[in-house]
């Protein structure tokens, strides 16, 4: 039997890899529809001349530390059965390779079904809200009217500037919302768009759909506010958008923003959505896209990485808010820690104190104390628009 050899894959390989591999395969990841892809790159695994294996890819642009960085998303993963030990062995190498090629800050992936570490970490994109029937504010808010398609520039502004202040969200082109997203809007006809006039002018909008029924549904699909006032104000316009006695479901709303305070005395339900897989992507590009802390420094970092992405032990120097630089070192590390970790502590999710209790960390308790005061907080956050405007570029024009 002949070697496999990998190779970069081409617009031509879909027919093949849809046909012989997502009708008989181990698939990593959801078999979406590939169709004529939109963006996608990746690799096939050949064998005698046939396909046997792909690994493919989106690059995306997304906001990160309030400036734009690309993602790379891991979309699907396919082999023969008979290609088990490619499957375990060949895609993690495929994905280093492409992290190194398009410099890409973040890699990120929906699931795998295959048992090896490379290095991701799941992470919340938001908290998903639930009120049943018969629970509203009383009386209308006000400040609250139907948007035309003459504030559709502002809408767009104002979804840029709350996205600028999360993390993970996409840098929406024009062509998004006038490629993708505003022909769908006018393409529904139940769905509504209300925005909040605040003192100022505009500072929220919803789109929203009401589904009828015995219990009418109102879903939330996308809400951006810049203020207090617009986000209770559009709540209570939610509340009656449907009738008294409409349910409201909204889908997973941004972290930093008291949203339980808003709920508070309502018999609404909460649950973290967690779909998503992160890791570092390439050293540089991550480090700079991390929000610094006002102090300055230098710290030597073993990192271990399955994917052997990052060097083994790097020099990172930081002042003021600002990345300095870092760069491989052979000198004796600070702290030792594995890449998912250091993903975590980086972007915030794990205090150095939680990681050190599990002891996940190695060095002097100065050196973690050091550690701890690097990096603030970022508040991870996918707009829920954004994951099908992402699901609709994979697919060619031709299948919506």
Same mark, same amino acid.
């Given at each position: 039997?002949?070697?496999?050899?990998?190779?970069?894959?081409?617009?031509?390989?879909?027919?093949?890899?849809? $046909?012989?591999?997502?009708?008989?395969?181990?698939?990593?990841?959801?078999?979406?529809?590939?169709?004529?892809?939109?963006?996608?790159?990746?690799?096939?695994?050949?064998?005698?001349?046939?396909?046997?294996?792909? $690994?493919?890819?989106?690059?995306?642009?997304?906001?990160?530390?309030?400036?734009?960085?690309?993602?790379?998303?891991?979309?699907?993963?396919?082999?023969?059965?008979?290609?088990?030990?490619?499957?375990?062995?060949?895609?993690?190498?495929?994905?280093?390779?492409?992290?190194?090629?398009?410099?890409?800050?973040?890699?990120?992936?929906?699931?795998?079904?295959?048992?090896?570490?490379?290095?991701?970490?799941?992470?919340?994109?938001?908290?998903?809200?639930?009120?049943?029937?018969?629970?509203?504010?009383?009386?209308?808010? =006000? =400040?609250?009217?139907?948007?035309?398609?003459?504030?559709?520039?502002?809408?767009?502004?104002?979804?840029?500037?709350?996205?600028?202040? !999360?993390?993970?969200?996409?840098?929406?082109?024009?062509?998004?919302?006038?490629?993708?997203?505003?022909?769908?809007?006018?393409?529904?006809?139940?769905?509504?768009?209300?925005?909040?006039?605040?003192?100022?002018?505009?500072?929220?909008?919803?789109?929203?759909?009401?589904?009828?029924?015995?219990?009418?549904?109102?879903?939330?699909?996308?809400?951006?506010?810049?203020?207090?006032?617009?986000?209770?104000?559009?709540?209570?316009? !939610?509340?009656?958008?449907?009738?008294?006695?409409?349910?409201?479901?909204?889908?997973?709303?941004?972290?930093?923003?008291?949203?339980?305070?808003?709920?508070?005395?309502?018999?609404?339900?909460?649950?973290?959505?967690?779909?998503?897989?992160?890791?570092?992507?390439?050293?540089?590009?991550?480090?700079?896209?991390?929000?610094?802390?006002?102090?300055?420094?230098?710290?030597?970092?073993?990192?271990?990485?399955?994917?052997?992405?990052?060097?083994?032990?790097?020099?990172?120097?930081?002042?003021?808010?600002?990345?300095?630089?870092?760069?491989?070192?052979?000198?004796?590390?600070?702290?030792?820690?594995?890449?998912?970790?250091?993903?975590?502590?980086?972007?915030?999710?794990?205090?150095?104190?939680?990681?050190?209790?599990?002891?996940?960390?190695?060095?002097?308790?100065?050196?973690?104390?050091?550690?701890?005061?690097?990096?603030?907080?970022?508040?991870?956050?996918?707009?829920?628009?954004?994951?099908?405007?992402?699901?609709?570029?994979?697919?060619?024009?031709?299948?919506?």
């Amino acid at each position: 039997m002949a070697d496999l050899v990998r190779r970069p894959f081409q617009a031509e390989d879909t027919p093949a890899v849809c $046909r012989q591999l997502l009708s008989d395969s181990l698939v990593a990841g959801k078999p979406w529809p590939l169709g004529r892809t939109n963006g996608t790159t990746g690799y096939v695994w050949e064998q005698d001349g046939e396909i046997v294996g792909s $690994r493919l890819y989106l690059a995306e642009p997304i906001w990160l530390g309030g400036g734009e960085v690309t993602a790379l998303h891991l979309t699907d993963a396919a082999f023969r059965i008979g290609a088990l030990a490619v499957a375990m062995s060949a895609p993690p190498q495929a994905d280093a390779d492409a992290i190194v090629a398009t410099q890409a800050a973040i890699a990120t992936r929906l699931s795998t079904r295959l048992p090896i570490d490379t290095g991701f970490s799941p992470l919340p994109i938001g908290t998903e809200y639930s009120l049943p029937p018969g629970n509203h504010w009383p009386g209308r808010p =006000g =400040g609250i009217r139907l948007a035309t398609p003459a504030d559709r520039p502002v809408i767009e502004a104002l979804q840029a500037r709350r996205a600028m202040g !999360l993390a993970g969200g996409r840098v929406r082109r024009p062509a998004d919302w006038h490629g993708r997203i505003w022909p769908s809007v006018a393409a529904v006809d139940d769905i509504t768009l209300l925005i909040h006039e605040g003192r100022d002018g505009p500072d929220g909008y919803v789109m929203a759909t009401v589904t009828p029924g015995e219990v009418p549904r109102v879903s939330v699909n996308e809400w951006v506010e810049l203020s207090g006032e617009a986000r209770r104000k559009l709540l209570h316009a !939610l509340m009656i958008l449907g009738g008294p006695g409409a349910s409201l479901d909204i889908h997973p709303m941004p972290p930093d923003a008291p949203w339980p305070q808003l709920f508070d005395g309502l018999p609404a339900t909460a649950r973290v959505i967690r779909p998503w897989e992160w890791r570092a992507g390439a050293m540089v590009p991550f480090l700079a896209g991390m929000r610094y802390g006002p102090g300055s420094g230098s710290l030597r970092l073993a990192v271990r990485d399955p994917l052997a992405v990052w060097p083994a032990c790097i020099e990172l120097a930081w002042a003021e808010g600002r990345f300095l630089g870092a760069a491989p070192t052979l000198g004796p590390p600070d702290v030792t820690l594995a890449i998912d970790k250091l993903m975590l502590i980086a972007v915030g999710e794990m205090p150095v104190a939680q990681a050190d209790y599990l002891g996940w960390l190695e060095g002097s308790t100065e050196a973690k104390s050091r550690l701890a005061q690097i990096w603030k907080k970022q508040h991870i956050y996918r707009y829920w628009a954004d994951l099908r405007l992402y699901y609709v570029l994979r697919r060619s024009p031709g299948q919506g």
